[in-house]
């Protein structure tokens, strides 16, 4: 049954909402099937009762992020329209989220949460002294938590930044590769480089990793150290070994604060090693102290393809693991 719902959206704010040729407006008629019309801030939806309420959630929530940042981009469209069809019912905190900014890149681009699951994730390292954060590519795990850490630093909260992630092919291949030990080890830390230049630029980078207070190495250069008052980073933390895993968390001294991120889909393991964030994860889940962010295809915030992507890649691992539990 075709319904109509109509709606006074301000003058000024038609623009930000309705997009550039009404490209947001006709992402939001198409997911959910809706006719939408526009004359001096009046606006009417036409189409089924449910799909006319959605759609006019989606336009709350526009309107309040216009209000609040005075811009809005395609991203942030299709991630509305994602709560609305999934009947979230967050739309709204959207606008809440974007004003939380963590820092400035060197180009002096907002740093900051643009999904409700990583504004939880940046809650949780705020408030926690050690923060798991688990999740596909592109959620923001590592950046984020890269942006806390230079604030940290810089608001001298912390001393100096750790980061490390295992260099799980080192083992038999690193021998055989040009170069001295750094130039051997780089390319597995070269993701934490890029997000430091992009951050903090290469200049500060340089200057504060001479005077040994930003360290980036590898997961075995952490046995036998106690890091105090620094704020640590483990990144690709799912090819680590249990015992790698226990050896790092043991590391942490008095005001450290610590980040363990890893996506439990993107194991490189040998085949049948058990990885050390799956058994941390199921060992430390009852520590009050430690915060754990499950972050999902929702939260991807790269091309809209790259979300497309891991939600296909996760129907069809789920679609699998059912069809062996019913063998």
Do not use: W
Not at 17 to 26: A, E, S, W
Not at 55 to 81: C, F, M, P, R, W
Not at 127 to 142: L, V
């Amino acid at each position: 049954m075709q319904t109509e719902i109509e709606k006074s959206i301000p003058i000024e704010h038609i623009r930000n909402i309705f997009g550039d040729f009404d490209r947001f407006v006709k992402k939001i008629e198409r997911a959910f099937s809706v006719d939408i019309t526009e004359r001096n801030g009046s606006v009417k939806l036409n189409g089924s009762q449910d799909a006319c309420e959605r759609a006019a959630n989606v336009l709350d929530g526009l309107l309040k992020l216009s209000e609040t940042n005075g811009q809005i981009n395609e991203q942030q469209v299709d991630y509305i329209i994602f709560l609305s069809l999934e009947g979230l019912g967050h739309e709204k905190d959207i606008a809440e989220i974007d004003k939380d900014i963590i820092c400035r890149s060197i180009t002096g681009r907002p740093i900051k949460p643009k999904t409700i699951g990583q504004k939880h994730y940046v809650d949780l390292i705020r408030t926690k002294m050690i923060t798991f954060g688990i999740g596909p590519a592109g959620t923001g795990k590592t950046y984020l938590a890269m942006a806390l850490a230079i604030k940290a630093f810089k608001s001298q909260d912390v001393q100096r930044i750790i980061l490390t992630r295992p260099a799980i092919e080192a083992g038999e291949k690193l021998g055989f590769l040009p170069g001295d030990l750094q130039q051997k080890i780089d390319p597995y830390l070269r993701p934490l480089y890029d997000a430091l230049y992009n951050i903090m630029g290469a200049d500060s980078f340089a200057a504060n990793q001479e005077k040994g207070l930003i360290e980036v190495a590898p997961l075995a250069y952490m046995r036998g150290r106690t890091l105090d008052n620094a704020f640590i980073i483990l990144d690709e933390a799912q090819n680590t070994t249990p015992a790698q895993m226990k050896m790092f968390l043991t590391r942490i001294g008095f005001g450290s604060k610590v980040i363990v991120t890893g996506d439990l889909t993107q194991k490189d393991l040998e085949k049948g090693q058990t990885s050390g964030l799956e058994v941390a994860l199921k060992v430390l889940s009852k520590i009050d102290d430690i915060g754990f962010a499950e972050l999902t295809s929702a939260d991807v915030v790269r091309h809209p393809l790259v979300q497309k992507i891991v939600k296909a890649y996760d129907d069809y691992e789920a679609k699998i693991n059912d069809y062996k539990h019913r063998k």
